[in-house]
């Protein structure tokens, strides 16, 4: 099983703020409870990591098409789906301070006013549980009112049994095929917490994934293998990933199975995307309810089904954060520690730094010469001429930058600058010219490196 180093997820928020990946919202005004922006950092990296998505699971492959559907869709959506009726988490309120937490987690929860105790082990007395919906509301048009109240989205794969018979009529694609999405969603958490991994506003990348009812199981099984393999693929620690089967009992109310991609978080196990069997639950429930049939025919085999759906549903911020602790490493050197981000290359939220060695003697000119080069190679890039070399390395391993070219004399003289790698900390020497394809083809033959005994497995 994975070490856990004390502090890691400390250090890690600190890192975050420092850094620019990830900053409070509305800090100035004191924050609002567990929402969160992203800085310049942070938004490459959600961009990595959604392209990462997207190409796997879209791109790559001739049976899944994409979609961006609205957040807001009609009210009745929601009831049909079972969101309106059933969307909700046991609650309990705290009669003395009025808080609210899930019934289900008072365990890791803790008393506002006491932090050292249970909700409940405090001087407050619990209300008996009641169902808390985790919608948000809002109204759409100029008169608020019961006829003009609309739900932001709680999860994006609606949108997509919405459009089903759209996309079937004019993709020219047939099952087995996949829709697949990336958007914002919206749950109005009541136990928000452990920084970004649970917020009310996220976004979700999820593929639905219609069969002819008899092949579910095994797509079912396809799915919850390649998107495990996708973690892996990227460079998250296999040891600290495992799959978990539900029981019946836990299964929501549209699956027929599921099975969730789970990560070791430093505070314990939890989800990071979730595979289910929607059965044909949602395009029947809709069918119905709507009166526009959602079915497919296949013109050769006469034949008239609802086809079954399998669902891989992540969130892209969950998957942001977990790249960022699994990448995360305090390094023992021989002389000092350093932090270094292990990133896969193609996750990094920056590819290259480039370093004139010193500010003068062209060199700044020359390293900005090459800087537009990697640019319009379409690479990630930082310029830096500020301290020491050394200085200058260790600012971008701690941002999990792969690559730092140096421009020095024999660069001016010779054309050949000296390319510094993040894990093993070895250096090459390449011409100019040949630095774009090197960096391509280093990008895509990295492997997770051994860590050093401190934070091994
Ligand atoms: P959880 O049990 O953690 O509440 P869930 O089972 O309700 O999650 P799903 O409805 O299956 O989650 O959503 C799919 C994915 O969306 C989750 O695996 C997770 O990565 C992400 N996700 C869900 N809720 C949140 C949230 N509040 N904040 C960030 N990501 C979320």
Same mark, same amino acid.
């Given at each position: 099983?994975?070490?856990?180093?004390?502090?890691?997820?400390?250090?890690?928020?600190?890192?975050?703020?420092?850094?620019?990946?990830?900053?409070?919202?509305?800090?100035?005004?004191?924050?609002?409870?567990?929402?969160?922006?992203?800085?310049?950092?942070?938004?490459?990296?959600?961009?990595?990591?959604?392209?990462?998505?997207?190409?796997?699971?879209?791109?790559?492959?001739?049976?899944? @098409?994409?979609?961006?559907?609205?957040?807001?869709?009609?009210?009745?959506?929601?009831?049909?789906?079972?969101?309106?009726?059933?969307?909700?988490?046991?609650?309990? =309120?705290?009669?003395?301070?009025? /808080?609210?937490?899930?019934?289900?987690?008072?365990? =890791?929860?803790?008393?506002?006013?006491?932090?050292?105790?249970?909700?409940?082990?405090?001087?407050?007395?619990?209300?008996?549980?009641?169902?808390?919906?985790?919608?948000?509301?809002?109204? @759409?048009?100029? @008169?608020?009112?019961?006829?003009?109240?609309?739900?932001?989205?709680?999860?994006?794969?609606?949108? #997509?049994?919405?459009?089903?018979?759209?996309? %079937?009529?004019?993709?020219?694609?047939?099952?087995p095929?996949g #829709? /697949?999405?990336?958007?914002?969603?919206?749950?109005?958490? #009541?136990?928000?917490?452990?920084?970004?991994?649970?917020?009310?506003?996220?976004?979700?990348?999820?593929m639905e994934f219609f069969v002819?009812?008899?092949e579910d199981q095994k797509w079912f099984e396809f799915w919850v293998?390649e998107r495990?393999?996708?973690?892996?693929?990227?460079?998250?620690?296999?040891?600290?990933?495992?799959?978990?089967?539900?029981?019946?009992?836990?299964?929501?109310?549209?699956?027929k199975a599921t099975?969730?991609?789970?990560?070791?978080?430093?505070?314990?196990?939890?989800?990071?995307?979730?595979i289910a069997n929607r059965g =044909?639950?949602? %395009?029947?429930?809709?069918?119905?309810?709507?009166?526009?049939?959602?079915?497919?025919?296949?013109?050769?085999?006469?034949?008239?089904?609802?086809p079954w759906v399998i669902e891989p549903a992540?969130?892209?911020?969950?998957?942001?954060?977990?790249?960022?602790?699994?990448?995360?490493?305090?390094?023992?050197?021989?002389?000092?520690?350093?932090?270094?981000?292990?990133?896969?290359?193609?996750?990094?939220?920056?590819?290259?730094?480039?370093?004139?060695?010193?500010?003068?003697?062209?060199?700044?000119?020359?390293?900005?010469? #090459?800087? /537009?080069?990697?640019?319009?190679?379409?690479?990630? @890039?930082?310029?830096?001429?500020?301290?020491?070399?050394?200085?200058?390395?260790?600012?971008?391993?701690?941002?999990?930058?792969?690559?730092?070219?140096?421009? =020095?004399?024999?660069?001016? /003289?010779?054309?050949?600058?000296?390319?510094?790698?993040?894990?093993?900390?070895?250096?090459?020497?390449?011409?100019?010219?040949? %630095?774009?394809?090197?960096? %391509?083809?280093?990008?895509?033959?990295?492997?997770?490196?051994?860590?050093?005994?401190?934070?091994?497995?």
């Amino acid at each position: 099983m994975a070490k856990q180093q004390p502090n890691l997820m400390d250090n890690i928020v600190s890192l975050c703020k420092r850094k620019g990946f990830v900053f409070q919202a509305s800090e100035i005004y004191g924050g609002i409870g567990n929402t969160y922006d992203y800085g310049p950092l942070g938004v490459e990296l959600l961009r990595r990591v959604k392209d990462a998505w997207w190409g796997r699971v879209v791109t790559e492959r001739s049976d899944v @098409v994409g979609l961006d559907s609205a957040i807001i869709q009609h009210p009745d959506v929601w009831v049909t789906s079972g969101h309106v009726g059933g969307f909700s988490d046991p609650m309990v =309120d705290c009669k003395k301070c009025k /808080a609210r937490f899930r019934a289900d987690k008072i365990e =890791d929860a803790s008393c506002p006013e006491k932090p050292s105790k249970r909700p409940g082990e405090c001087a407050g007395e619990l209300t008996e549980p009641r169902e808390f919906n985790l919608m948000f509301k809002t109204n @759409v048009g100029p @008169v608020e009112g019961s006829g003009s109240v609309a739900y932001l989205r709680p999860e994006t794969a609606q949108g #997509i049994f919405l459009n089903f018979k759209n996309v %079937l009529d004019s993709a020219r694609i047939k099952p087995p095929f996949g #829709i /697949a999405q990336i958007g914002k969603s919206f749950r109005n958490e #009541i136990t928000p917490g452990n920084f970004v991994f649970r917020t009310r506003e996220f976004e979700q990348a999820e593929m639905e994934f219609f069969v002819p009812p008899g092949e579910d199981q095994k797509w079912f099984e396809f799915w919850v293998r390649e998107r495990f393999q996708w973690y892996t693929d990227y460079g998250i620690n296999p040891d600290a990933l495992r799959l978990r089967v539900h029981d019946k009992k836990e299964l929501a109310h549209y699956a027929k199975a599921t099975t969730d991609v789970e990560y070791l978080y430093p505070f314990g196990w939890g989800e990071l995307e979730g595979i289910a069997n929607r059965g =044909d639950f949602d %395009l029947s429930r809709h069918s119905e309810a709507s009166g526009t049939k959602l079915v497919y025919f296949d013109q050769e085999t006469k034949e008239k089904y609802t086809p079954w759906v399998i669902e891989p549903a992540g969130g892209i911020n969950r998957m942001a954060l977990t790249f960022l602790i699994d990448a995360y490493e305090e390094e023992q050197l021989e002389k000092d520690t350093r932090v270094v981000l292990h990133f896969h290359p193609r996750i990094a939220p920056t590819t290259v730094a480039i370093f004139p060695l010193v500010k003068k003697e062209g060199m700044p000119e020359k390293a900005h010469e #090459i800087e /537009a080069e990697l640019r319009r190679a379409r690479l990630s @890039v930082q310029y830096d001429e500020k301290g020491a070399i050394g200085r200058r390395y260790r600012r971008q391993d701690e941002v999990g930058t792969p690559f730092c070219v140096t421009v =020095d004399g024999q660069t001016l /003289a010779d054309d050949v600058v000296t390319v510094r790698e993040r894990d093993s900390m070895e250096q090459v020497t390449l011409a100019v010219g040949e %630095l774009v394809p090197w960096i %391509l083809e280093a990008m895509g033959h990295w492997k997770r490196p051994e860590r050093s005994p401190k934070s091994k497995d």
